[in-house]
């Protein structure tokens, strides 16, 4: 009882920022830092034993702005592509952010077999092209696919406009 009132007290909080972006150009990190830890709370009860997710943000100014759901297609792939029919997966998620940079470091494991087999990364190309619109020659994504290991960095230059 008292885990689905923690999930479900989660999932209102995640539908709520939802909701409560819209329209909006920029949010302050901390916002999407908060996002972030809700949306992979419900991931951690969801799988159970079957991932371990670590999360760690340091945001050395908690009013940076940066676009709403920016980040969020990159946590939600390396979910998807670290998970597998059997073993147990792990995901080690790195946020930092300054006035000048935010940084996402995520490192997943790769199942040998994997439950979703078909992964187009159709998210990921998404954010590219929002990144491109947004960030123009001011961001770098940077992949790697190791024998059992998957490694993608994210960083964002800010401009003048991305601080409250």
């Not at 909080?13 to 999407?32: F, H, K, M, N």
């Not at 991931?43 to 908690?62: M, Q, V």
């Not at 947004?134 to 230059?157: C, G, I, Q, S, W």
Request: glycine content about 6%; aromatic content about 6%.
């Amino acid at each position: 009882k008292e885990m689905a009132l923690d999930y479900t007290f989660k999932l209102s909080e995640l539908l709520r920022y939802q909701v409560g972006i819209s329209g909006r150009e920029t949010v302050p990190v901390d916002e999407e830092i908060a996002f972030i830890r809700n949306f992979l709370d419900i991931e951690k009860l969801r799988l159970g034993g079957r991932c371990e997710i670590n999360f760690t943000a340091d945001s050395g100014d908690p009013m940076v702005l940066i676009p709403p759901l920016l980040l969020h297609p990159l946590i939600e792939h390396a979910l998807r592509k670290s998970l597998g029919l059997n073993g147990k997966s792990v995901i080690n998620i790195r946020l930092t952010s300054s006035r000048e940079v935010v940084k996402l470091e995520i490192t997943n494991s790769l199942p040998e077999n994997p439950a979703y087999k078909n992964l187009a990364g159709t998210g990921v190309e998404m954010l590219k092209k929002r990144l491109t619109l947004l960030f123009p020659d001011k961001y770098t994504l940077h992949t790697e696919k190791k024998t059992n290991e998957y490694e993608l960095v994210l960083e964002v230059r800010l401009g003048k406009n991305h601080s409250a």
